[in-house]
């Protein structure tokens, strides 16, 4: 008599709240695919994080949780676990906070880990004491979760680069709709959602702008409603420099990079989104590390001071002259940017 089928593995990821953290957490969604042959995977997210993990195929199920920043949502989370009770067997809790770790207990996940972290120990049955020194990286932590306890201890592992899907057919509608050129594409993205002191000066995009459009080159400055302002400082006044920011969902951000040969970016959720699409990255560091939150992919220069004071990891500058950005010049930027494109068209 043959045996059944080993049931294949279900697992709910309760996912991070930011978007290039998200991105990030696609390196743990690949491993878990890679490791557990036919798991079926579902993501608790915010639900402006649905456009990205619809990117990723290794996503199967995208379980909604808007809960507003700071608040509790007792009765938002206990509805979502109802709806989620009894279809899942591991949970994998990335975010350390207590109240992430809720939905699974309540949905009565057999199997839930995570990092240990605010007195959260009768929610989860598999706690993790988090290795700073081993795994000394957002990416690192995430994949380990997703790895036996022993092996992800000793944090020797590889780990997948993210891999979005890009939509041409949305890619066309979007020149039309903007009206952009067929000159090479340079993204701009001087946002970064955490604070001032991880944002280059607006003064330097700008003049990073005008220098790129005599180059050739047309600018697309991409970002959110909140960088509406930033991008019309940098673009007013500038013929080929498109200030789109407020303008686009983040499905097309996604397109919209990868139809760009470079970007300029702060470190951001932005920077990991033109990473996972395959763009050449400029990435611009002030008071965050690139050895922490790196753009996971070898295609990327890194521009970093290293000033004595930073990194500081605080969101505006203690010092209140953030020197480790205003001193990162935009002859710099550029030189990178034009050495870049010229070894692009050698190859070509």
């Known amino acids: 008599?043959?045996?059944?089928?080993?049931?294949?593995?279900?697992?709910?990821?309760?996912?991070?709240?930011?978007?290039?953290?998200?991105?990030?957490?696609?390196?743990?969604?690949k491993t878990l695919k890679q490791r557990q042959s036919g798991s079926r995977i579902g993501v608790v997210a915010p639900g402006w994080s649905q456009p990205i993990l619809e990117r990723m195929e290794e996503v199967d199920e995208v379980a909604s949780l808007?809960?507003?920043?700071?608040?509790?949502?007792?009765?938002?989370?206990?509805?979502?676990?109802?709806?989620l009770r009894g279809r899942f067997d591991t949970a994998i809790v990335l975010p350390r906070s207590w109240k992430s770790a809720l939905v699974p207990f309540l949905a009565r996940i057999p199997h839930r880990v995570g990092f240990t972290g605010e007195q959260r120990y009768w929610?989860?049955?598999?706690?993790?004491?988090?290795?700073?020194?081993?795994?000394?990286?957002?990416?690192k932590r995430f994949v380990a979760l997703g790895l036996p306890a022993g092996e992800a201890r000793r944090g020797s592992f590889a780990i997948p680069r993210p891999r979005l899907r890009v939509d041409p057919d949305n890619l066309a509608a979007l020149h039309e709709r903007f009206g952009l050129a067929r000159r090479p594409a340079i993204g701009m993205m001087p946002g970064a959602e955490y604070g001032p002191a991880k944002q280059w000066p607006?003064?330097?995009?700008?003049?990073?702008?005008?220098?790129?459009?005599?180059?050739?080159?047309?600018?697309?400055?991409?970002?959110?409603?909140?960088?509406?302002?930033?991008g019309e400082a940098i673009a007013e006044g500038l013929a080929k420099v498109h200030n789109l920011c407020g303008e686009t969902r983040l499905a097309d951000a996604v397109d919209l990079l990868a139809d760009c040969q470079q970007v300029v970016t702060n470190d951001s959720g932005l920077m990991h989104v033109a990473a996972a699409v395959g763009t050449r990255v400029q990435a611009l560091y002030g008071s965050s590390?690139?050895?922490?939150?790196?753009?996971?992919?070898?295609?990327?220069?890194?521009?970093y001071l290293g000033l004595s004071c930073s990194p500081c990891f605080e969101r505006t500058c203690p010092l209140g002259h953030t020197n480790c950005l205003?001193?990162?010049?935009?002859?710099?930027?550029?030189?990178?940017?034009?050495?870049?494109?010229?070894?692009v068209i050698a190859e070509g």
């Open 1 to 29: 008599m043959s045996q059944a089928p080993a049931p294949k593995p279900r697992i709910l990821v309760v996912g991070p709240s930011w978007v290039g953290d998200m991105v990030m957490a696609q390196s743990l969604f």
């Open 66 to 83: 808007d809960v507003g920043h700071g608040e509790f949502g007792w009765s938002t989370r206990r509805a979502l676990a109802q709806r």
């Open 123 to 139: 929610l989860l049955n598999e706690r993790r004491e988090l290795d700073k020194a081993r795994l000394d990286q957002t990416v």
């Open 202 to 230: 607006l003064g330097h995009f700008r003049e990073l702008a005008e220098r790129l459009v005599a180059a050739g080159f047309e600018v697309r400055v991409l970002g959110g409603p909140k960088d509406i302002a930033a």
């Open 289 to 303: 590390s690139p050895a922490y939150t790196p753009p996971l992919t070898d295609n990327a220069e890194i521009h």
């Open 326 to 343: 205003v001193q990162l010049s935009p002859q710099r930027v550029l030189a990178a940017v034009l050495a870049a494109s010229t070894t």
